[in-house]
């Protein structure tokens, strides 16, 4: 039996969708349309609504969101968020069991309604039951779930393992061995590649690309947009658009849409620019005098009734004259291209100087019992150094050790620097009531805050400064605890998965910003594109 071609798979239609919270407006005015057999990514800047939509679709808005506008989902519809929705006291074989439930049943329906297609009412719902489990390919689900589990390094653990007591990494795994196995007709995916190494990455994206249904998802992997997608939706404020028209859609991948993107920022500026002189020149002709219209001599005594007459004349001119000039003025302004407004900017050093050379790290024979084994490593101050590594093999744990926030079991650690600063991959703060401007003054001090304050850093938008930090996206709050890191401009900077929820702009700066830090910094990331141009150090740590 095989499986249902797209033509029989139905669309995610959304239009005009506003969502907004109190009065702050997330989403305003969006349409999107997803066919079977498209693989949608949405990019935006943090904040933008990249999660709220994927939320609104589901229906999962918190209940004090305005919605307004349609939304038309297959029936058949899952949702995988940044963090997995398992109960922490279920059991791993808890979480492929409800996966294979509905396979299972649908499966048994078949067959219990095949030995009753002598009866007339029977074959519509045979038919109907049969179509279902031919979706979701129902008769193969158990292979399939054998077979991710093994694929995602998931059967070395053990079946009646709690899901409270998974890392990130695996719980992610374990998500997507149910998705794998449920194959469902239309997927959403916030930030898939969060705390996934490679491999199963690589699982992923031969998971979606064979999907025959809808995808629509988000993701700060610029590889994977250009490996998955077949378009792109850009959630930001766009102006003139990739298309001149002010379109949001891209048909392609990331690296095709930067370029893109890039051009129509040049067009709209260029457009703007030639307006403003257009302009310029129309209100000067709204200005002229006579001189303009009739240059010359004045009147001589024995002419003046001439000149009188002539004067006339010149001044239903100038009339005229001004006249359309005022007109023109009015409708170019009324026409005219709104000013690209300046994006927010990545605008400080990520790094001090170091205080003197040498070795910034030093680390023999270090064990962190059950996380990490590092037999050696030593970093010169001022080196950039990428710990890369599968799930599981220490890389957080390293810049934990690192920073003195983790204890080595055994070994020898020694750090020559100055300030140390993580940026961890879930930053806490202790309030989550306080602004974004008051958490920051809190963590570096008020003094620190007025000589370096957190609109100087152009990392967080003046207009999320005065909000409470629980209303902040998790992109935005990433932002805001990278500010507090680099606000104490630290010699010795350790950064754990920096890409992830940021959006793909700042990413980009980021990145260059790292490449040109005169400090030590040390970096470990999953990320693909990051890891294919970086110029460092690099160590892979193993199991």
């Avoid at 791993?92 to 499966?107: E, G, K, N």
């Avoid at 009739?294 to 100038?318: E, Q, S």
Wanted: glycine share 8%; net charge negative.
């Amino acid at each position: 039996m095989s499986a249902p071609s797209t033509a029989s798979l139905a669309p995610l239609v959304v239009r005009d969708l506003t969502v907004a919270f109190g009065r702050r407006t997330v989403l305003d005015g969006i349409d999107l349309i997803a066919q079977p057999g498209r693989r949608i990514g949405l990019i935006g800047e943090n904040g933008a609504g990249k999660s709220t939509l994927l939320r609104a679709v589901t229906g999962a808005l918190p209940e004090t969101a305005q919605v307004a506008g349609t939304i038309e989902r297959p029936a058949d519809l899952a949702f995988l968020t940044q963090e997995p929705p398992f109960d922490d006291r279920d059991t791993i074989a808890d979480v492929l069991a409800t996966a294979l439930r509905p396979l299972r049943d649908a499966v048994a329906k078949v067959e219990t309604l095949a030995d009753r297609l002598d009866e007339p009412a029977v074959a519509e719902e045979y038919a109907g039951a049969l179509e279902l489990a031919l979706a979701h390919d129902a008769w193969d689900a158990d292979r399939r779930a054998l077979l991710a589990a093994g694929q995602l390094g998931l059967d070395h653990l053990a079946q009646d393992r709690r899901v409270g007591a998974l890392s990130g990494g695996q719980r992610t795994r374990l998500a997507l061995a149910t998705l794998m196995t449920r194959r469902p007709q239309c997927l959403l995916l916030d930030e898939p590649t969060n705390h996934l190494d490679d491999e199963a990455v690589a699982l992923l994206v031969a998971f979606l690309r064979d999907l025959p249904g809808v995808v629509v998802l988000t993701s700060h992997d610029r590889v994977l947009l250009d490996e998955v997608c077949t378009d792109l939706v850009d959630l930001d404020p766009v102006g003139m658009g990739t298309d001149g028209r002010g379109g949001r859609r891209y048909g392609g991948g990331w690296t095709a849409y930067a370029e893109a993107r890039a051009a129509a920022r040049r067009r709209w500026e260029e457009s703007f620019a030639a307006q403003q002189e257009e302009l310029e020149r129309l209100r000067e002709a709204t200005r002229i005098d006579k001189s303009a219209v009739a240059p010359g001599r004045g009147p001589r005594d024995n002419d003046k009734f001439i000149h009188a007459f002539k004067g006339a004349n010149v001044d239903r001119a100038l009339a005229r004259r001004k006249r359309d000039a005022e007109r023109r003025l009015e409708e170019a302004e009324r026409t005219q291209v709104p000013k690209p407004p300046v994006p927010l900017r990545l605008a400080t050093g990520l790094t001090a100087l170091p205080a003197a050379g040498g070795r910034a790290v030093t680390v023999r024979d270090l064990t962190v019992e059950g996380r990490l084994r590092l037999p050696v490593l030593d970093l010169a101050a001022g080196g950039h150094l990428l710990v890369t590594g599968a799930n599981g093999t220490g890389k957080s744990t390293l810049l934990g050790v690192l920073s003195g926030r983790i204890a080595p079991t055994t070994g020898v650690v020694q750090v020559g620097a100055r300030r140390v600063a993580e940026l961890t991959q879930d930053p806490v703060f202790p309030d989550l009531t306080a602004s974004a401007h008051d958490a920051y003054t809190t963590a570096v001090g008020p003094d620190l805050a007025v000589r370096r304050p957190l609109r100087g850093l152009g990392l967080l938008h003046p207009r999320e400064h005065p909000k409470p930090v629980v209303l902040l996206s998790v992109g935005q709050r990433r932002r805001l605890a990278l500010a507090i890191a680099v606000a104490t401009e630290p010699d010795l900077l350790l950064l754990d998965e920096p890409t992830n929820h940021l959006s793909l702009s700042l990413v980009t700066e980021l990145e260059e910003a790292i490449g040109t830090s005169p400090g030590t910094v040390v970096v470990a990331s999953h990320d693909r594109w990051l890891r294919q141009r970086w110029e460092g150090e690099q160590v892979e740590l193993t199991r």
